[in-house]
């Protein structure tokens, strides 16, 4: 029995020795993490988010009535917070955060600043960005469509150009107000996102969604805002950008015509196009696209958010969303 004792305790001498030794070695190579008093802040505290590729999470920052401006940083985006008044509710800070189509699945911080003055605090937030199962989409188009001749090639870049400059200028209010609405009555195709190979060839993923309806349907803004710009451009064809504000864009392509005007502001639901087919499609659909800071989200995200009638939403950490998007089928599609 003493026997065991002994070599008991001679094996944790041992690995004490061991222990001491490593951490001085280390020490000499990481002093500050070792034997620091300010250690780095531990990330994440504040919130867990999760959600897919192409999602938008609401985020909501509470108890900062005094707050001047709130703002977050996610993956080098930027996300402007607004202030949202809710009768019979204290008053909070809410950003939407925008999850990119090809954003990298794994976990990052979303860090918020509240600023009250002089003075600002932060926030951590950690958000699990979830892998998307996008679909692989074939077309077959008119071979000059595809394979763009040089001529092609710098009006492409020159109109790529001009949209960038015009969505460069966003407004800094919030400019939505109301609940969410589809543009137009027809058939999801569910294909946001999707790899798509035009005749044989990968091209970019589709950023939007395509939904099929008649030549001449009404399509209507989905909500409150400010047309930014209207075009008519090699792949998009006849389309309109609606600023809603805080860096939210919508867009609407294919149009075979345009109802409203550069400048112009809309309401939610206000008709500003019908359905049509020009530039890059095969027939007949909206092109249906929502920027959000800079990330290409799944328009049908809008629709899912706890923003209708009024009623409140939860602050909890959200689940993340069943997968309600229909299978892909056959449409007209294109851009
Ligand atoms: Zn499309």
């Given at each position: 029995m003493m026997m065991t004792l002994t070599q008991t305790h001679l094996r944790i001498s041992r690995l004490d020795r061991m222990l001491i030794t490593a951490v001085v070695l280390l020490s000499s190579v990481f002093p500050v993490e070792l034997f620091?008093?300010?250690l780095p802040a531990p990330k994440g505290l504040d919130g867990q988010y999760s959600g897919k590729q192409g999602q938008v999470l609401v985020v909501k920052v509470k108890g900062?009535?005094?707050?001047?401006e709130v703002q977050g940083t996610f993956l080098s985006r930027t996300i402007p917070f607004f202030r949202e008044f809710r009768p019979g509710e204290p008053v909070g800070y809410i950003g939407l955060l925008g999850i990119d189509m090809q954003d990298d699945p794994g976990t990052y911080e979303f860090a918020v600043e509240v600023k009250q003055g002089e003075q600002a605090k932060q926030l951590s937030f950690n958000v699990l960005v979830a892998k998307e199962q996008f679909a692989v989409e074939h077309l077959n188009l008119p071979k000059e469509k595809v394979d763009l001749n040089a001529k092609s090639v710098t009006r492409w870049k020159e109109e790529q150009q001009v949209v960038q400059q015009a969505l460069a200028e966003n407004s800094r209010m919030k400019l939505w107000h109301s609940n969410f609405v589809e543009p137009v009555n027809g058939k999801r195709?569910?294909?946001?996102?999707s790899v798509r190979i035009m005749n044989g060839q990968p091209r970019n993923p589709h950023n939007g969604e395509d939904i099929g309806a008649p030549m001449g349907a009404d399509v209507a803004a989905t909500n409150d805002g400010i047309v930014r710009i209207t075009v008519d451009h090699?792949?998009?064809?006849?389309g309109v950008f609606v600023d809603h504000g805080l860096g939210f864009y919508s867009m609407y392509f294919h149009l075979s015509e345009i109802l409203v005007k550069d400048g112009d502001l809309v309401t939610a639901g206000q008709i500003i196009g019908k359905v049509g087919a020009t530039g890059r499609a095969t027939g007949p659909h909206l092109h249906w696209g929502v920027k959000l800071n800079g990330a290409r989200v799944n328009p049908y995200s809008l629709l899912d958010l706890p923003f209708k009638n009024g009623k409140s939403f939860s602050t909890a950490t959200p689940a993340p969303a069943p997968d309600t998007s229909p299978a892909p089928q056959a449409v007209q599609a294109g851009e």
């Open positions: 620091s008093n300010t900062e009535e005094q707050a001047t195709t569910g294909i946001f996102g090699i792949f998009s064809g006849k």
